[in-house]
Nanobody, 127 residues
Framework: QVQLVESGGGLVQAGGSLRLSCAAS????????MGWFRQAPGKEREFVAA????????YYANSVKGRFTISRDNAKNTVYLQMNSLKPEDTAVYYC????????????????????WGQGTQVTVSS
């Protein structure tokens, strides 16, 4: 079992920045690739970013490429999502998730690849 707890969400103006954190506990964090997803009201959950277990490979949704950066600190069992140049359409609940790192980084865009999910943190971007 892996337990995931997100933090760092909040209210920010358009153009601002936030950094989300996801703290993992339980089984060896370094054995898992990680991902961030988000779900806006009335919409399906969508992929945001993924990172390999080493942190050496990342993958982003086109909608956030160049604005968001995913990273991890394996010594702290934590994955981060730095969000810059935020837009109102980034408003959503953001979830982190963990999956065994046995497939390509692009597979990290598929929700079904993930075994463990956090409870989510709300990000609201005002215009």
């Amino acid at each position: 079992q892996v337990q995931l707890v997100e933090s760092g969400g909040g209210l920010v103006q358009a153009g601002g920045s936030l950094r989300l954190s996801c703290a993992a506990s339980g089984r060896a964090f370094t054995g898992y690739a990680m991902g961030w997803f988000r779900q806006a009201p009335g919409k399906e959950r969508e992929f945001v970013a993924a990172i390999s277990r080493s942190g050496g490979t990342t993958y982003y949704a086109n909608s956030v490429k160049g604005r968001f950066t995913i990273s991890r600190d394996n010594a702290k069992n934590t994955v981060y999502l730095q969000m810059n140049s935020l837009k109102p359409e980034d408003t959503a609940v953001y979830y982190c998730a963990a999956r065994p790192d046995i497939s390509s980084i692009r597979a990290g865009a598929r929700m079904g690849e993930y075994d463990y999910w956090g409870q989510g943190t709300q990000v609201t971007v005002s215009s």
